[in-house]
Structures are given as structure tokens and as C-alpha cells.
């Protein structure tokens, strides 16, 4: 048996930099655990390389797997990519009404790249490849492999919240793509929640079960990446003596960024004692930087950090240490090293690996995270919070830096027990062997 995955980027690319073509690896959970598995079992990567000089390397050989580039146009990368997957299914997805763009044009384009994916998976498989299709960009893909007579068996893992079925029914392609989606063998989420919700929106569509076996199976992390020895260690001289809370996102409006700046400010008028007694490290990785809404969005957490700052800065102390920009994972793991709190508080996510990273690199740090994090139902010991309400994140925040030791260590272990049973080879094992 040999696998074929699949997924919309790659986990490597390549760019050109003046004279020279850079190679570039696109770190991730989901990568770096796919790439894991094809490194044991052997294989094919399908994805769509997006890299500046991506073209001259349509095919690659690395170790142990093939690794093939569909190239898109400039059209289909705007249809399929901007405009569907991200100006539709993200949005709906993550409940925000408000700000899907329905546009039956760039469902067509989706559509399409959906099937130039297909035909190039087609063109791959042998007789015993399973064919493991990764996440909301390639909803379609199924469907189109079922048309041109492909019985392989298809695992499809979904990577992001699955909303309940009235939301759902608003998407006008809703039956198309759960049809599609169904046509696979095994259907996985990250939670039983998600899991219950489209075997529920199916129903609701279709009065019947779905087709595929669907299963609730969290992705994990690689814990000997993750650690506190490959931590290096960082000078902080300014912010030593203080407790440190710690923060990094990509920017999105489905991170609540805006309220956990607002919630730092509550505690500071609440707790005015804690002035000068901690630092919030608040990183945020640039993304989609020519959209409008995020140079918007960009630009009102910066000037309510500054809001925020001004307010309550002394000569010798800052609240806030804001950082825009993308950090090395060497410098990550140190943040988590240092970080007494952890505040994850996205308004909704589909898992959340950050959590995940923090607790198995950590041995002093309080985790916080919103109950809307997917990962926070297998994560019982962390603080959880409603990141709506900003008195409960300014409570935990002060309820994590006056933690006993004792207590900080018992949930502490606890949690490192979770993330180290359930890492990323125990996640791809669970998965394959489900078509085992």
C-alpha cells in the first residue's frame, strides 16, 4: 500500500531572489506530519505551488516520496484561492455572515481547479495508493475522482471548524460540496463537535446517514520539535523580573486579537497593582498583506496597542511588546521557554496547534485558551475562557500569574500527558489505519 496525499500548498517552495532561486520550507502541523509519514511509507505529494520559480520544479524527487506541483493561472488563483476558499468557505466556516462574498463565477473557477486536481491525482495513483485529500480548499475533489471511475479508497481530513447545520444551509453550492465530500471512504475531524455537525447538516439535507465512516481524530505535534531542550536561550534583561505572557497568531479576524489587547487593558484597570509586574509578548505573522480588510485590521490593533501603551506606560515599563512580522522557529521555541501565560484566545479555530506547541516546550507556563478552540475540549487542565468576555480573560490572566506552584505543575502534567499520547505519528496512524 502507498499513499497519494494531497493538499492546496506545499511544504516546500521555491522563490526567486534576484539571481538566485531560494527553497523555502512552509511550516505547519499538517505539513510537517504528512511529510513525516511519506518520509516512512513512501509515496506522492500533490499541491499547488504557489512559489515565484515553483514552475521550473513541477516534479521533485525527496526522501522516500515524489512530490508534483499543479501550477495555477492567475484567474484560477483568484477564483479558486481569494475569492472561494478564502472570500467564501473560510468566512462560513468560522460564522462570520458578514463577511462571505457569494460569487457563483469563482464557485465555477473552484470548481475547476477542483478537477485539474483530480486529473493530476489520476494521472498518479496505482492500484493499492490510498488517496488522503487534506482540508476545504479540495471539497470537490472526491466528486471528481468518483466521476472518472476511481474506486481507490479516499480519506478526506477536514482542518477547520464545521459549522451546524442551519449555518451551513446558507452556502448555495451546501449540497454539492457535502455530496463530494461524502464520496470518500473516511471523513475526519478534529472534534466530536465537528464531527456531529456534518453528520447532522447531511441528514438535514438528505434525510440518510453519510456514506463515508466519519471520525473525530485531533492532529498533534511533533513533541521532539517541540521541547524545552532544543529551546535555546534568549537574553530579557528589560523584562525579566516580570511575568511574561505570550501571544503569536497569524492576522485574522477569527484570532480576536483586538479583544486580548482590550482584555490586557481591563486587567490593568481592575488590577492596577499589576502595573509593571508583567509583560504581554503579543506576535502577530503577516498575512494576506495586499487585502484590504487586513492592512484595515492591521492597522486598528496597532493603534489600539498604541491606545492601550500610552495609557499606561511608565518610564520604565511598557505593557504591550508588539511584534508584526514572521519569527524563526528557534526563536518561538524560546518565547515558549520563557513565557510564564500562554493567551490563545481565537474566537474560533479549528484546532489550535499553538496550544499544543506551548505545553510540550514549557515546564512553568500557565495555558489560557478560549473554549472555542478546538483543541480546548482535550485540553481540560488549561484555563478556559470566552473570548467575547473581557473580564473572564483579564480574571485568568491574573488567576494564571498568582497560581501556586503546585496546582501549575499538576495541570501542567496533565496537560503534557495529552499532547504527548496524541502526537502527529499517533494522528496519521489513527487516520490510515481507519482504511487499514
Same mark, same amino acid.
Given at each position: 500500500m502507498n499513499y497519494l496525499i494531497v493538499t492546496n500548498s506545499c511544504p516546500f517552495s521555491h522563490d526567486k531572489q534576484g539571481n538566485k532561486i531560494v527553497t523555502t520550507s512552509n511550516v505547519g502541523g499538517v505539513a510537517t506530519a504528512l511529510k513525516s509519514m511519506l518520509e516512512k511509507f513512501g509515496g506522492t505529494w500533490i499541491c499547488w505551488g504557489r512559489g515565484s520559480a515553483d514552475e521550473n520544479f513541477c516534479e521533485e524527487k525527496y526522501n522516500n516520496y515524489t512530490l508534483k506541483r499543479i501550477m495555477l493561472t492567475r484567474r484560477e488563483r483568484q477564483g479558486f484561492y481569494e475569492e472561494y476558499s478564502n472570500g467564501v468557505l473560510w468566512p462560513l466556516f468560522?460564522?462570520?455572515?458578514?463577511k462571505i462574498k457569494f460569487m457563483p463565477v469563482s464557485y465555477k473557477i473552484y470548481n475547476e481547479v477542483n478537477k485539474k486536481f483530480a486529473k493530476e491525482i489520476s494521472q498518479n495513483i496505482e492500484n493499492n495508493s490510498v488517496i488522503w485529500i487534506n482540508d476545504y480548499q479540495l471539497t470537490?475533489?472526491?466528486?471528481?475522482?468518483?466521476?472518472? #471511475?476511481?474506486?481507490?479508497?479516499?480519506?478526506?481530513?477536514?482542518?477547520?471548524?464545521?459549522?451546524?447545520?442551519?449555518?451551513?444551509?446558507?452556502?448555495?453550492?451546501g449540497r454539492d460540496i457535502i455530496q463530494s465530500l461524502s464520496m470518500s471512504?473516511?471523513?475526519?475531524?478534529?472534534?466530536?463537535?465537528?464531527?456531529?455537525?456534518?453528520?447532522?447538516?447531511?441528514?438535514?439535507?438528505?434525510?440518510?446517514?453519510?456514506?463515508?465512516?466519519?471520525?473525530?481524530?485531533?492532529?498533534?505535534?511533533?513533541?521532539?520539535?517541540?521541547?524545552?531542550?532544543?529551546?535555546?536561550?534568549?537574553?530579557?534583561?528589560?523584562?525579566?523580573?516580570?511575568?511574561?505572557?505570550f501571544s503569536i497568531d497569524r492576522l485574522d479576524y477569527t484570532k480576536g486579537l483586538i479583544n486580548r489587547v482590550l482584555a490586557i487593558e481591563r486587567m490593568l484597570k481592575k488590577f492596577p497593582e499589576l502595573a509593571g509586574k508583567f509583560v504581554y509578548?503579543?506576535?502577530?505573522?503577516?498575512?494576506?498583506?495586499?487585502?484590504?480588510?487586513?492592512?484595515?485590521?492591521?492597522?486598528?490593533?496597532?493603534?489600539?496597542?498604541?491606545?492601550?501603551?500610552?495609557?499606561?506606560?511608565?518610564?520604565?515599563?511598557?505593557?504591550?511588546i508588539y511584534m508584526y512580522r514572521k519569527i524563526k522557529d528557534s526563536t518561538l521555541l524560546s518565547y515558549y521557554k520563557i513565557a510564564d501565560v500562554a493567551l490563545i484566545t481565537p474566537l474560533i479555530d479549528g484546532l489550535n496547534l499553538v496550544s499544543k506547541e506551548f505545553i510540550s516546550v514549557?515546564?512553568?507556563?500557565?495555558?489560557?485558551?478560549?473554549?472555542?478552540?478546538?483543541?480546548?475540549?482535550?485540553?481540560?487542565?488549561?484555563?478556559?475562557?470566552?473570548?467575547?468576555?473581557?473580564?473572564?480573560?483579564? #480574571?485568568?490572566?491574573?488567576?494564571?500569574?498568582?497560581? #501556586?506552584?503546585?496546582?501549575?505543575?499538576?495541570?501542567?502534567?496533565?496537560?503534557?500527558?495529552?499532547?504527548?499520547?496524541?502526537?502527529?505519528?499517533?494522528?496519521?496512524?489513527?487516520?490510515?489505519?481507519?482504511?487499514a
Open positions: 468560522h460564522y462570520f455572515r458578514d470537490m475533489v472526491p466528486f471528481h475522482l468518483r466521476q472518472m #471511475d476511481i474506486k481507490n479508497k479516499i480519506i478526506f481530513t477536514w482542518h477547520i471548524p464545521w459549522v451546524s447545520k442551519e449555518f451551513y444551509s446558507i452556502l448555495p453550492e471512504d473516511v471523513l475526519t475531524f478534529h472534534t466530536k463537535l465537528y464531527t456531529n455537525n456534518f453528520t447532522e447538516t447531511y441528514r438535514f439535507l438528505f434525510n440518510e446517514k453519510p456514506h463515508s465512516k466519519v471520525y473525530s481524530i485531533p492532529l498533534g505535534i511533533d513533541t521532539s520539535f517541540f521541547s524545552y531542550e532544543r529551546a535555546r536561550k534568549i537574553k530579557y534583561d528589560g523584562i525579566a523580573n516580570k511575568k511574561i505572557i509578548v503579543m506576535n502577530v505573522t503577516p498575512s494576506r498583506t495586499n487585502v484590504p480588510e487586513y492592512i484595515k485590521m492591521k492597522k486598528e490593533i496597532e493603534m489600539t496597542v498604541g491606545r492601550v501603551n500610552g495609557e499606561f506606560s511608565t518610564m520604565s515599563w511598557t505593557p504591550i514549557t515546564r512553568k507556563g500557565v495555558l489560557i485558551i478560549s473554549k472555542f478552540a478546538g483543541s480546548a475540549c482535550y485540553l481540560n487542565d488549561a484555563l478556559h475562557v470566552n473570548p467575547y468576555n473581557l473580564d473572564e480573560i483579564a #480574571d485568568a490572566i491574573v488567576t494564571a500569574i498568582n497560581m #501556586d506552584e503546585g496546582e501549575k505543575y499538576d495541570r501542567l502534567q496533565k496537560l503534557k500527558m495529552e499532547v504527548q499520547k496524541k502526537d502527529s505519528t499517533w494522528w496519521y496512524k489513527k487516520i490510515i489505519s481507519k482504511v
